[in-house]
């Protein structure tokens, strides 16, 4: 096992540093290619789990918006929904953020829609108490509304 291979498993910031200035010095027959392709490739896997991720409560609170609102403010009629808008809010811009910082992804949007909703699902059923028949069984909203900041569904 090289000194690259067994740093990496012993001490992965280290590992790093030392393929960066291997690289910055064009090292390039000294890097430890199956890890480096390995860490690259998770990479990607971790933008694609952050959209999803990112997707997840913001489908939650808008599936909320829309099947709970009105139920709560007829009960409470201060309710004006803000710790949701919040939470919308929040996840719009750190989406978008992330879509600034790799447009690639936006070809990965409705598969990451497809892989949140069922968890969005869950979440909503579980907060709302509403049955899970109350809701769609798929995403309902595009991905020009999921993004729109301007967007909130109608209140059912």
């Given at each position: 096992?090289?000194?690259?291979v067994?740093?990496y498993?012993q ?15 064009g090292?390039v ?5 199956d ?12 933008n694609?789990?952050?959209l999803?991720?990112r ?15 009105k139920?709560l403010?007829?009960?409470?009629v ?5 710790s ?10 750190k ?10 992804l936006n ?6 829609i497809?892989?949140?909703y ?12 509403l ?9 309902p ?7 729109d900041?301007?967007?909130y569904?109608?209140?059912?």
């Amino acid at each position: 096992m090289s000194n690259l291979v067994a740093e990496y498993e012993q001490d992965f910031d280290a590992w790093i540093q030392q393929h960066i200035n291997l690289l910055k010095q064009g090292r390039v027959e000294e890097i430890d290619v199956d890890h480096l392709i390995e860490e690259l490739e998770d990479m990607g896997k971790s933008n694609r789990r952050e959209l999803v991720n990112r997707f997840i409560p913001l489908i939650a609170h808008l599936l909320k918006w829309q099947y709970q609102y009105k139920q709560l403010q007829d009960q409470w009629v201060t309710f004006t929904g803000g710790s949701w808008r919040g939470t919308i809010t929040e996840q719009r811009t750190k989406m978008t953020k992330l879509l600034k910082q790799s447009p690639s992804l936006n070809g990965k949007l409705p598969e990451a829609i497809l892989d949140a909703y069922p968890d969005a699902l869950k979440v909503a059923v579980s907060e709302t108490g509403l049955p899970k028949s109350t809701f769609p069984n798929s995403c309902p909203y595009t991905i020009k509304q999921l993004l729109d900041e301007d967007f909130y569904p109608e209140i059912l």
